[in-house]
């Protein structure tokens, strides 16, 4: 979740169920900017046409149970919370801070705030930068693509700059270039911490060069900024915990809980070599649910001079790339029948397009807290938003108004519902002979209350009219269908899984009465409301739960634990002009709290005794 704060208000009197009315009544920019309306993709099952739906039905049988199960799950059957206190909703946490060692942090946060401690962090990171670990789509495994070999230069880079963690630590490789380090702790009845983070960045776009302040591997420290590609996504997180650890160490701290850190090679495109190399050696090294929670990248905190509020993501949509693939006979262009097939291609992807997903919102689910937390916390919310996010927890009524008022804006639908682009097309080769191929990937990007099933039961479903109105023969997902068709068919379309790669929801991280969520939470409290950033012990902070649009190498981490976070401890506001864009660049200072966060997670979760 992203949200736009900023804080005047009294945050514990919110929590205590107080909520004061605001004179402010300017609509919120993250929940309301644009207008869309969808149709209900179910209304297409009720279409005309029942007797070409029969072809289909056993194909269409089973999921279209799971649609109707998922997608039309009763308001009535949905949790309702009726209590009047918002806090019961959106979770308050305290701030935790270690107490056995104490004084330890005390002498690291003397150390972190030294002029010397910054700038050489500063040079960590942006030596790292320096390092141009691209990761291609195109890359073969390790050994067999020379462009693996930067990474060579990153190891050594880390074992030369952080002497502790290279003797104290055991190291092992994963697939040549995954890391994996472990820091054994003295008592083997506390499950390990995990903390991830990967080495790879996305690629610089030749072009964009120029367009860089500073060019995109230089890791300059510019006094405010350090700059370059990954500065922002992911070697904060890489260096970060890296330099916590070395510290820590320096310090003689002895954990009680083992540490493990884990580092993917390949997350920007998809963690196909590190993330699943990765899950293999941990599962078989410490086994399935082996470690107390894990930490990775993702969720940020939004934060203002009046305040914060903070959104690990505890949820993780699915993934889905839909391949059409059209073929129609060839032939001069001179004489060609009435539609190609990119002329049926078009009128498939336009059918997808009218057709989008229903996005909703679920009690049960984290989005919904999130707008609870959000509504208690934003003073820029109006009261009208506010009071009907309120009473959107007992009233079926306020939820669905609110679903149509949250709806026109494009985050908010994507946070509630499957979303779907067509980000691919081809067809064609030449002006004139007919295309006898012409292919479309679709990307969906799959609510945690759906499922890849009900994903590829939609599609199906909506093209049907097509299908017929063209009549195609018709391969959907394996299934062949094209056996009854009363005529010769002028095309065949085939509906697949354009990689292989279809990724479920991951299972979602409670984030109520959960020992690791409020060890986290609070930890997040402690680390803002003791941050020379701010200031101020007394700054209103809020943890709410997030959830991940995209995918990070999580996505197989899914045995190892059930308490997964993806948070950077990292403000929008901190990065120059986000990731994956020219001018990456992270506030300095943003990074210095990252080590911050990592300390003190590091050490509160060694105190803890109930993970
Ligand atoms: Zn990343």
Same mark, same amino acid.
């Given at each position: 979740?992203?949200?736009?704060?900023?804080?005047?208000?009294?945050?514990?009197?919110?929590?205590?169920?107080?909520?004061?009315?605001?004179?402010?009544?300017?609509?919120?920019?993250?929940?309301?900017?644009?207008?869309?309306?969808?149709?209900?993709?179910?209304?297409?099952?009720?279409?005309?046409?029942?007797?070409?739906?029969?072809?289909?039905?056993?194909?269409?049988?089973?999921? +279209?149970?799971?649609?109707?199960?998922?997608?039309?799950?009763?308001?009535?059957?949905?949790?309702?919370?009726?209590?009047?206190?918002?806090?019961?909703?959106?979770?308050?946490?305290?701030?935790?801070?270690?107490?056995?060692?104490?004084?330890?942090?005390?002498?690291?946060?003397?150390?972190?705030?030294?002029?010397?401690?910054?700038?050489?962090?500063?040079?960590?990171?942006?030596?790292?930068?320096?390092?141009?670990?691209?990761?291609?789509?195109?890359?073969?495994?390790?050994?067999?693509?020379?462009?693996?070999?930067?990474?060579?230069?990153?190891?050594?880079?880390?074992?030369?700059?952080?002497?502790?963690?290279?003797?104290?630590?055991?190291?092992?490789?994963?697939?040549?270039?995954?890391?994996?380090?472990?820091?054994?702790?003295?008592?083997?009845?506390?499950?390990?911490?995990?903390?991830?983070?990967?080495?790879?960045?996305?690629?610089?776009?030749?072009?964009?060069?120029?367009?860089?302040?500073?060019?995109?591997?230089?890791?300059?420290?510019?006094?405010?900024?350090?700059?370059?590609?990954?500065?922002?996504?992911?070697?904060?997180?890489?260096?970060?915990?890296?330099?916590?650890?070395?510290?820590?160490?320096?310090?003689?701290?002895?954990?009680?809980?083992?540490?493990?850190?884990?580092?993917?090679?390949?997350?920007?495109?998809?963690?196909? !070599?590190?993330?699943?190399?990765?899950?293999?050696?941990? +599962?078989?090294?410490?086994?399935?649910?082996?470690?107390?929670?894990?930490?990775?990248?993702?969720?940020?905190?939004?934060?203002?001079?009046?305040?914060?509020?903070?959104?690990?993501? !505890?949820?993780?949509?699915?993934?889905?790339?839909?391949?059409?693939?059209?073929?129609?006979?060839?032939?001069?262009?001179?004489?060609?029948?009435?539609?190609?097939?990119?002329?049926?291609?078009?009128?498939?992807?336009?059918?997808?397009?009218?057709?989008?997903?229903?996005?909703?919102?679920?009690?049960?689910?984290?989005?919904?807290?999130?707008?609870?937390?959000?509504?208690?916390?934003?003073?820029?919310?109006?009261?009208?938003?506010?009071?009907?996010?309120?009473?959107?927890?007992?009233?079926?009524?306020?939820?669905?108004?609110?679903?149509?008022?949250?709806?026109?804006?494009?985050?908010?639908?994507?946070?509630?519902?499957?979303?779907?682009?067509?980000?691919?097309?081809?067809?064609?080769?030449?002006?004139?002979?007919?295309?006898?191929?012409?292919?479309?990937?679709?990307?969906?990007?799959?609510?945690?209350?759906?499922?890849?099933?009900?994903?590829?039961?939609?599609?199906?479903?909506?093209?049907?009219?097509?299908?017929?109105?063209?009549?195609?023969?018709?391969?959907?997902?394996?299934?062949?269908?094209?056996?009854?068709?009363?005529?010769?068919?002028?095309?065949?379309?085939?509906?697949?899984?354009?990689?292989?790669?279809?990724?479920?929801?991951?299972?979602?991280?409670?984030?109520?009465?959960?020992?690791?969520?409020?060890?986290?939470?609070?930890?997040?409290?402690?680390?803002?409301?003791?941050?020379?950033?701010?200031?101020?012990?007394?700054?209103?902070?809020?943890?709410?739960?997030?959830?991940?649009?995209?995918?990070?190498?999580?996505?197989?981490?899914?045995?190892?634990?059930?308490?997964?976070?993806?948070?950077?401890?990292?403000?929008?506001?901190?990065?120059?002009?986000?990731?994956?864009?020219?001018?990456?660049?992270? +506030?300095?200072?943003?990074?210095?709290? +990252?080590?911050?966060?990592?300390?003190?997670?590091?050490?509160?979760?060694?105190?803890?005794?109930?993970?």
């Amino acid at each position: 979740m992203t949200s736009k704060v900023g804080y005047n208000i009294d945050l514990e009197k919110r929590l205590q169920g107080s909520v004061p009315k605001k004179g402010h009544t300017q609509a919120h920019p993250t929940l309301l900017s644009s207008t869309s309306s969808s149709d209900d993709p179910r209304d297409v099952l009720q279409g005309e046409d029942r007797a070409w739906f029969s072809h289909w039905k056993p194909f269409l049988a089973g999921l +279209l149970l799971s649609l109707v199960v998922v997608q039309q799950f009763p308001r009535s059957e949905q949790p309702v919370i009726c209590s009047p206190n918002a806090s019961s909703v959106c979770p308050a946490a305290s701030p935790i801070a270690p107490s056995v060692h104490a004084d330890l942090l005390k002498q690291l946060e003397i150390s972190y705030a030294t002029e010397g401690f910054k700038i050489n962090s500063f040079a960590l990171l942006g030596g790292a930068v320096k390092i141009p670990t691209e990761m291609f789509d195109d890359m073969k495994v390790p050994g067999q693509d020379p462009r693996w070999d930067v990474f060579n230069q990153l190891h050594g880079y880390i074992d030369s700059h952080f002497i502790q963690v290279y003797r104290e630590l055991r190291k092992t490789t994963i697939n040549t270039y995954g890391l994996v380090y472990h820091w054994q702790g003295s008592n083997p009845d506390l499950k390990p911490l995990l903390l991830t983070a990967h080495q790879d960045v996305v690629p610089v776009e030749p072009l964009t060069v120029d367009t860089w302040l500073y060019p995109p591997f230089s890791g300059t420290w510019d006094g405010k900024w350090i700059w370059g590609r990954g500065s922002c996504d992911d070697k904060p997180g890489l260096i970060g915990s890296l330099t916590a650890i070395e510290k820590l160490l320096e310090k003689g701290f002895k954990p009680q809980r083992t540490i493990v850190l884990a580092f993917g090679i390949d997350e920007e495109r998809g963690g196909i !070599v590190g993330g699943t190399g990765i899950r293999d050696y941990l +599962l078989s090294a410490y086994g399935p649910n082996a470690f107390a929670l894990l930490i990775d990248e993702g969720g940020t905190l939004e934060a203002h001079s009046d305040g914060v509020i903070a959104t690990p993501a !505890v949820a993780e949509k699915g993934h889905f790339d839909l391949r059409m693939s059209i073929s129609t006979p060839g032939g001069h262009s001179s004489v060609p029948p009435e539609h190609t097939s990119i002329g049926i291609l078009a009128a498939l992807i336009a059918e997808l397009e009218a057709n989008p997903f229903t996005p909703h919102l679920y009690r049960n689910e984290p989005y919904f807290t999130a707008l609870q937390c959000q509504a208690l916390v934003d003073p820029e919310m109006d009261d009208e938003l506010r009071d009907l996010i309120g009473k959107a927890r007992y009233s079926d009524k306020a939820l669905a108004d609110l679903e149509e008022r949250l709806f026109r804006n494009p985050l908010s639908r994507a946070l509630a519902g499957t979303t779907q682009a067509t980000d691919i097309v081809h067809g064609g080769v030449k002006t004139n002979a007919l295309p006898e191929n012409a292919f479309a990937i679709v990307n969906h990007r799959i609510a945690g209350h759906s499922s890849v099933s009900t994903v590829k039961t939609h599609i199906a479903a909506v093209l049907l009219p097509i299908v017929k109105k063209f009549n195609l023969s018709l391969d959907a997902f394996g299934e062949s269908l094209n056996g009854e068709l009363s005529q010769k068919t002028s095309g065949h379309l085939k509906l697949s899984d354009a990689w292989g790669t279809a990724l479920e929801p991951a299972p979602v991280t409670p984030w109520l009465k959960n020992p690791a969520y409020d060890l986290l939470a609070g930890t997040i409290l402690n680390v803002v409301k003791t941050s020379a950033r701010w200031n101020n012990p007394d700054i209103p902070v809020i943890v709410a739960p997030g959830t991940m649009t995209g995918n990070t190498d999580t996505r197989y981490y899914w045995n190892l634990t059930q308490n997964i976070f993806r948070y950077g401890h990292v403000s929008r506001f901190d990065k120059y002009n986000g990731a994956h864009t020219v001018n990456e660049a992270i +506030l300095a200072d943003a990074f210095i709290d +990252l080590i911050r966060f990592f300390t003190i997670v590091i050490l509160n979760a060694d105190e803890s005794k109930i993970l």
